[in-house]
């Protein structure tokens, strides 16, 4: 029978367990994306904390797009030297580390004026209201290199894998959905069409650092908007990505402008409000032949424990539970079984100066 705590691995990286940290942007990095003391510090908590796989903060693969402030970076090779430090430190507490890759476009938190935001078409953002340059097939090509290149750093810095974010209607999730994605050339229309620019990067990707190189992407099932992408399509593409040999899919959904079905949704205060995007995730993992990650309101070990029975999903990713409680796994481990003490109130999105922590009184955690 599987358990939480087993070893397992994604292409040949071993993992002491399967639960996974989730991508979450800190707000901590420096203003170019460097890393600062207080953001290496919360590397440590999360690997001291026992997570088998932490996954960053959304890191920019460009100079000149950053979509939120305090992000870190990985447009440049002078990330590479401080990076390693945070990889190694990772490591030596028996964690892994993965380093998520976006490139952000109209889902940001700064005004838009004087800078060009790449986005398919020429479509008005529903949760910011940020009207995107639309991208000629020469942006597309240069954005597939900084990927690229972003990924081969990641690499030369020690991470053990990246995730290409491809969820939550940043650039990359905005291609596959066709309310967003009105173009008409080879990148618009059909599925095939509009999900061409992630196979091309993950293409990219894979030709940069290899075939032994885990990497994986996150995606949305379904962004739950009118005219978003349906659920049919992205198992199609899921599909397409495990044939072209992606490593693991990270199954989340919905986007800033979802109303209750946000990425991060509130008030998940019963089981059966947790786990909301499992049937998407179930599906997927019964189709193909990779490691499926599920991510969305997972708070308690039972929850988690009758997944892992019922469906073949293989890993378990939270955001907001670890920056309660980054020693949630250990927790858990040791047998403590109480739910995360979470109440995913999203006070942690509220950008406040001290960066995206968590807003329970310590003794509530
Ligand atoms: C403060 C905060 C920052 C986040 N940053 C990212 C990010 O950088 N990349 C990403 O893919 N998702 C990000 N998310 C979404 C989470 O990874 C996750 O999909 C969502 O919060 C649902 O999981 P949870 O219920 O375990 O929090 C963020 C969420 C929060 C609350």
């Not at 001291?48 to 460009?62: E, Q, S």
């Not at 892994?96 to 935001?117: D, H, L, N, S």
């Not at 209201?129 to 990641?154: C, H, K, N, S, Y």
């Not at 990246?162 to 990359?172: F, I, K, N, R, T």
Request: with cysteine; charged share 20%; net charge negative.
């Amino acid at each position: 029978m599987r358990s939480l705590f087993d070893a397992t691995a994604i292409n040949g990286i071993a993992l002491k367990n399967r639960l996974v940290r989730s991508a979450t942007w800190e707000n901590m990095a420096d203003p170019k994306g460097h890393m600062t003391d207080k953001l290496f510090q919360v590397y440590e908590d999360l690997a001291r904390g026992g997570a088998g796989l932490i996954i960053t903060g959304y890191a920019f693969v460009t100079a000149d797009e950053q979509p939120n402030p305090g992000m870190m970076g990985i447009y440049h090779d002078s990330f590479i030297a401080e990076y390693r430090k945070l990889t190694d430190m990772v490591r030596s507490h028996g964690s892994r580390i993965v380093m998520q890759i976006v490139y952000g476009g109209t889902q940001t938190g700064y005004p838009a004026e004087g800078r060009i935001i790449w986005g398919p078409s020429e479509v008005a953002d529903l949760a910011t209201g940020v009207v995107p340059t639309p991208m000629t097939q020469g942006d597309i090509a240069t954005l597939v290199q900084a990927f690229g290149d972003a990924a081969e750093r990641a690499q030369a810095a020690g991470f053990d894998g990246v995730q290409m974010h491809g969820a939550h209607s940043y650039l990359l999730s905005q291609f596959l959905n066709p309310y967003y994605n009105r173009r008409s050339d080879e990148y618009g229309g059909s599925i095939e069409n509009r999900a061409r620019i992630i196979f091309e990067v993950y293409e990219e990707i894979r030709k940069r650092v290899g075939r032994n190189y885990p990497v994986l992407i996150k995606i949305n099932a379904e962004d739950f908007m009118e005219g978003g992408a349906t659920f049919e399509e992205i198992r199609f593409v899921c599909s397409q990505l495990a044939e072209r040999g992606i490593d693991a899919i990270e199954i989340s959904g919905g986007t800033g402008a979802s109303g209750e079905k946000i990425p991060a949704r509130v008030k998940i205060d019963t089981p059966e409000k947790e786990a909301y995007h499992a049937t998407y995730a179930a599906q997927v993992a019964a189709e193909i032949c990779v490691p499926v990650i599920l991510v969305g309101g997972l708070r308690s070990p039972g929850v988690i424990e009758g997944l892992l029975e019922s469906t073949s999903i293989d890993f378990f990713s939270l955001s907001r539970p670890l920056l309660a409680e980054p020693d949630l796994p250990k927790r858990w481990q040791q047998g403590d079984l109480l739910p995360a003490r979470c109440i995913s109130c999203n006070g942690c999105l509220q950008m406040r100066p001290g960066g995206n922590v968590c807003i329970l009184p310590e003794a509530m955690r």
